[in-house]
T-cell receptor
Framework: AQTVTQSQPEMSVQEAETVTLSCTYD???????LFWYKQPPSRQMILVIR??????QNATENRFSVNFQKAAKSFSLKISDSQLGDAAMYFC???????????????FGKGTLLTVNP | ETGVTQTPRHLVMGMTNKKSLKCEQH?????MYWYKQSAKKPLELMFV???????ENNSVPSRFSPECPNSSHLFLHLHTLQPEDSALYLC?????????????FGPGTRLTVT
C-alpha cells in the first residue's frame, strides 16, 4: 500500500521569504501522480500543484514549485515570496497512474500547518 | 452556487440521533467522495461513487450510510454515532477518468457527537 509522510507538523515563514515543505512517499509503482493541496482555516481545500511522475521537469505554478526526486521518493513544495494568504494546512497526496477501478484514490499525508508572519 | 457545497456546516448530535449530511456539486462531475478529517491524521477516504454506483467502501462502520441519488448529490446518513466520530466530513467530486483528474472539495461539515 502507498503511504505519504509529511515530517513537519508545523512550519513558519516571514512574509516575502521562501519556505519549503517536505513530503516523502512509498510506492512500488513507476507511474503515478503527486499533488499538493492547501486548506486555509475554515475554508475549502484547493489544489495547489500537481506532478506526473513520468515527467522529469518539476511543476511550477506562479510562486509555487516542486522539487520532485523520483528515486528518493521525495516531493517537496517551495513557496516563494510568501504572502499572508498562504497561511494554511498543506497536504501532500499520491494517486496511482491508471489502474482501472482504483485510479481515483488519493492517499494523503497528515499535513503541515504553515504560519506566515508579517 | 458554484463548486461543491455541503450542508450543514456545523452539526452537533447525540449518540442516539439520526441526521444526514448533504453534498452537492455543480461541476458536471461523475464521481463523488466522502472523506473523514480528524486532527493529526491523514484524510480518510470513506466512500466513492462513480456514475451513482458505489465503487469503494473502506470498511466504514455501518452507522455511516451513504446515498447517491444522482451524479450531483451525495448524502451521508448518520445514526447511533460514537464520540470518536466527531470530525470534519469532507465531500469531493471529480471526473472519473484516466489522467490526473483533480478532486474538488467542499467546505466540510464539522460534526460533534455528544
Amino acid at each position: 500500500a502507498q503511504t505519504v509522510t509529511q515530517s513537519q507538523p508545523e512550519m513558519s515563514v516571514q512574509e516575502a521569504e521562501t519556505v519549503t515543505l517536505s513530503c516523502t512517499y512509498d510506492t512500488s509503482e513507476s507511474d503515478y501522480y503527486l499533488f499538493w493541496y492547501k486548506q486555509p482555516p475554515s475554508r475549502q481545500m484547493i489544489l495547489v500543484i500537481r506532478q506526473e511522475a513520468y515527467k522529469q521537469q518539476n511543476a511550477t505554478e506562479n510562486r509555487f514549485s516542486v522539487n520532485f526526486q523520483k528515486a528518493a521518493k521525495s516531493f517537496s513544495l517551495k513557496i516563494s515570496d510568501s504572502q499572508l494568504g498562504d497561511a494554511a494546512m498543506y497536504f501532500c497526496a499520491y494517486r496511482r497512474f491508471n489502474s482501472g477501478g482504483s485510479n481515483y484514490k488519493l492517499t494523503f499525508g497528515k499535513g503541515t500547518l504553515l504560519t506566515v508572519n508579517p | 452556487e458554484t463548486g461543491v457545497t455541503q450542508t450543514p456546516r456545523h452539526l452537533v448530535m447525540g449518540m442516539t440521533n439520526k441526521k444526514s449530511l448533504k453534498c452537492e456539486q455543480h461541476l458536471g462531475h461523475n464521481a463523488m467522495y466522502w472523506y473523514k478529517q480528524s486532527a493529526k491524521k491523514p484524510l480518510e477516504l470513506m466512500f466513492v461513487y462513480s456514475l451513482e454506483e458505489r465503487v469503494e467502501n473502506n470498511s466504514v462502520p455501518s452507522r455511516f450510510s451513504p446515498e447517491c441519488p444522482n451524479s450531483s448529490h451525495l448524502f451521508l446518513h448518520l445514526h447511533t454515532l460514537q464520540p470518536e466520530d466527531s470530525a470534519l466530513y469532507l465531500c469531493a467530486s471529480s471526473q472519473f477518468k484516466a489522467g490526473p483528474s483533480e478532486q474538488y472539495f467542499g467546505p466540510g461539515t464539522r460534526l460533534t457527537v455528544t
